[in-house]
Every structure is written in C-alpha cells, then in structure tokens.
C-alpha cells in the first residue's frame, strides 16, 4: 500500500518556481494529498489539524512556508517525518542543510533520505526553525537588488549594509542565558541554528550543529563610527568573532529583554515581539528527511 503524503504546497514562493513542475507526480510511490498555503486557513493550523493523519509531511515553499509547517506539526498530536522543497528566493536553511536547490533533486532526496532529528526553537509561544533576530541586518540582507548579488556575491550584502549605516538605531537588551547576562546597544542579535542567514552572515559548519540541544547567539554591540561599522561587516564575512563588537556563544535558552518592544524576524517571517521575549530550543523536535 502506497504511503499518505500530505504535500503543503506554495504556489507563489520564490516568483512561482513551485508552477513549473506537477510536484505530486514527482512522488509516484506515495498517495499524495496537497494542500495549498492559498487556502481558507492558516497553513499552521492546517498542519496541526492533519499531519497526524500521514506517514510524511512534505514543504515546497520558502523558508517562510517551512516556518509555518514547523508551528503547525510542534502542535500536531503526531509528528510524521518532514521532506523540504526549497522553492523559495533565499532559502537560507536550505542551503546551510546542503540540501539541492533543483526541484526534482530536492524531490529525490525526499524520496531516498533518511529522517534526522533537528532542534527547534520558540520565542514565546511561536516557532522557528533556524533563526530568530532583530536590528540590523536583517532587512538589508533580502533586500539587496538581484543584478548586484549576481555580480559581486557576498559583496552585495556588505554593500547594502553599508547603506542602512546612517538609519540605524541601537536596541538596548539585557540577555539572560546559560552563558550568564550580557547588557548592552546592540545594532544586531540573533539566536540560530543555520550556517546562513540572509546572505550577509555565514557561521563556519564547524560552529554549527543541528541536534546538540543548542543554538548560537551573536550579539554585535552599536559601533562608535562608520569606519568600526566596516570593521565589523568585514569580520563578519570572514566568519571572524573575536571583535570587541560581536559576541558569540550558544545556549538552550535565552530571556532577551529590551527597554521597548523591538520586532523580531523568525525565519524571515514578521513577529512583532515584546518587552521580554523568552527563547526556548526544543531538542531533536522534528525528523528533517536528508
């Protein structure tokens, strides 16, 4: 008897890449049922409502859609193994997993991979599944213009950062982790379990692993100047951390509390945060097929 399929489908991610395959008849071996993000309800309450009910969720969509999968099947009553479709524009996770950036390949290694555990975090009552950030960075790294990162790569988002210098502002955060308390202005934090985020920052493999119960935080404190701001993009590009601007470190669990509510970016989705916001990494939660 051919496996139940549910197949959350995003038909508009990543300038309608999904459209130009039939990704159902790419598994012929499974009973596919597809749901698309377009429909009358959430995609997460979707997912927690039905995913019990199959042996495999797939995600074809970008990693805003793989965000909300991952909310729905954290509260499903069963969690079947997941398959990723990166049809997206950035694809961040994707990329970090080594996972193909062809659609049918990528179908394949649903196909043929086997399910790994994978940590997921929560900030509050939201999930995520690689990167929870705010300040700096953030916006500029998706919104460098395509012609530039075609010619110039990384550069691009070293540039497009340059230009947000003279419209930054500080956040100021105390963080209370495992690692003890850290205060400071900060123009940029992220908690994460990526090698890549958005682009403009690349964390070495060797500093990440997606099933030790942990995530890296980085921490990059207000620069006194355009030239410490420079100092600081290129320290970042050469994956090094030791500036007296960026602190590194990881943890299971992280209290970030600001002197307002500064907004925060979970896999690239909106999430408008509050005063405190509590982060939370839920080990080995969901069975990532690779």
């Known amino acids: 008897m051919p496996s139940k399929m549910l197949l ?4 508009v991610a990543g300038k309608m890449r999904a459209q130009a395959y039939d990704i159902p008849a790419l598994f012929p071996a499974h009973e596919v049922t597809v749901y698309y993000t377009e429909g009358g309800i959430s995609t997460e309450e979707y997912v927690s409502s039905n995913a019990a009910a199959y042996d495999l969720l797939v995600c074809a969509g970008g990693d805003g859609t793989l965000n909300h999968v991952i909310g729905g099947l954290m509260r499903a009553e069963k969690r079947p193994p997941l398959g990723y479709i990166p049809c997206g524009t950035t694809n961040d996770f994707a990329a970090s997993l080594g996972l193909p950036k062809s659609i049918p390949l990528a179908a394949a290694v649903v196909s043929e991979g086997q399910p790994e555990a994978i940590d997921i975090g929560s900030l509050d009552e939201r999930y995520f599944c690689y990167s929870a950030s ?4 953030t916006e500029s790294s998706y919104s460098a ?3 530039n990162k075609n010619k110039l790569g990384r550069m691009a988002y070293f540039f497009e950062a340059m230009r947000e210098f003279p419209h930054i502002h500080p956040c100021h955060m105390t963080v209370e982790t495992d690692n003890g308390r850290f205060e400071g202005d900060y123009v940029f934090g992220a908690v994460s379990n990526s090698t890549t985020l958005g682009g403009m920052l690349h964390l070495s493999p060797e500093d990440v692993i997606y099933n030790d119960g942990l995530f890296e935080v980085m921490l990059i404190s207000m620069p006194r100047s355009i030239l410490d701001y420079q100092q600081i993009l290129s320290s970042l590009m050469r994956q090094q ?6 602190t590194f470190f990881r943890t299971k669990h992280a209290v970030f509390s600001g002197d307002r509510a500064y907004p925060w970016s979970l896999d690239g989705e909106y999430e408008s945060g509050s005063n405190t916001v509590e982060i939370k990494v839920h080990p080995g939660a969901v069975r ?3």
Request: aromatic share 20%; hydrophobic share 45%; charged share 5%.
């Open 8 to 11: 959350i489908l995003n038909p």
């Open 134 to 137: 705010f300040g700096a960075f």
């Open 145 to 147: 213009p395509q012609g």
């Open 241 to 246: 951390y030791n500036s007296e601007y960026i």
């Open 288 to 290: 990532l097929i690779l």
